[in-house]
């Protein structure tokens, strides 16, 4: 239980368009989802934190217009890479909390490779 | 604000051996403490948490973990190795179900 499909595995665009990312939750209802970057060989950075319903929370130095987050359903957030350059490409992480109040964690999706050429 | 320490960037171990991996939060309150591991290209894999409770955490693949308040401390531990563990390992600290905060990882390579 608790799984989050996230798509596209990987993508390749060209400098100046737009990639949307898409992650699911496939068994359960997912009121808040996060957004990670992973730069190779480092950490998961956190970039925002969607609430389905309302506007996402940026951490700090995270472009909003860049990173555009929507969260209109309970099962899906999507994540839009807007005029990616090649320092966006990256290594993006959806996660969701599941089972909010109780013992329950969170799950990730399996991630999306981002390559601008 | 929460903060992760995992102080070893690489480590090796013989297959069949013992293992440990270090995990440092910095926190005020009880926290929630997660290890996950990473395989190349791949998303994140719960290995076990804790919340509350038993402070020795049995997780999957054999891997358990032990909260200790008192050195805010939550080290990975896993009594023989296999090949198939060799992967990245992250620490996670989380507030109240808001936003993990992971640490920097431990590689871990696993020799013959």
């Known amino acids: 239980g608790a799984v989050v499909s996230q798509h596209p595995s990987r993508v390749i665009c060209k400098s100046g368009t737009s990639v949307k990312i898409e992650c699911r939750s496939l068994?359960?209802?997912?009121?808040?989802m996060f957004w990670y970057r992973q730069f190779p060989k480092q950490s998961l950075m956190l970039m925002a934190t969607?609430?389905?319903?309302?506007?996402?929370?940026?951490e700090q130095g995270v472009e909003k217009d860049k990173f555009l987050i929507n969260h209109a359903s309970l099962t899906l957030s999507t994540l839009t890479v807007t005029s990616a350059h090649p320092e966006d490409s990256s290594f993006y992480i959806c996660?969701?909390?599941?089972?909010?109040?109780?013992?329950?964690?969170?799950?990730f999706g399996s991630g999306t490779r981002l390559t601008v050429v | 604000a929460q903060s992760v320490t995992q102080p070893d960037i690489h480590i090796t171990v013989s297959e069949g051996a013992s293992l440990e991996l270090r995990c440092n939060y910095s926190?005020?309150?009880?926290?929630?403490l997660f290890w996950y591991v990473q395989s190349p290209g791949q998303g994140l894999q719960l290995l076990l948490k804790?919340?509350?409770?038993?402070?020795l955490v049995q997780g999957i693949k054999g891997f358990e973990a032990e909260f200790k308040r008192s050195q805010s401390s939550f080290n990975l531990r896993k009594p023989s190795v296999h090949w198939s563990d060799a992967a990245e390992y992250f620490c996670?600290?989380?507030?109240?179900?808001?936003?993990?905060?992971f640490g920097t990882g431990t590689r871990l390579l696993v020799s013959p």
């Open positions: 996660s969701a909390r599941f089972d909010p109040g109780g013992a329950g964690g969170y799950t």
């Open positions: 068994d359960f209802q997912a009121t808040t």
């Open positions: 969607s609430n389905e319903g309302s506007k996402a929370t940026y």
């Open positions: 926190y005020g309150a009880t926290p929630y």
């Open positions: 804790y919340f509350s409770g038993d402070t």
């Open positions: 996670a600290v989380g507030a109240g179900f808001q936003k993990l905060v």
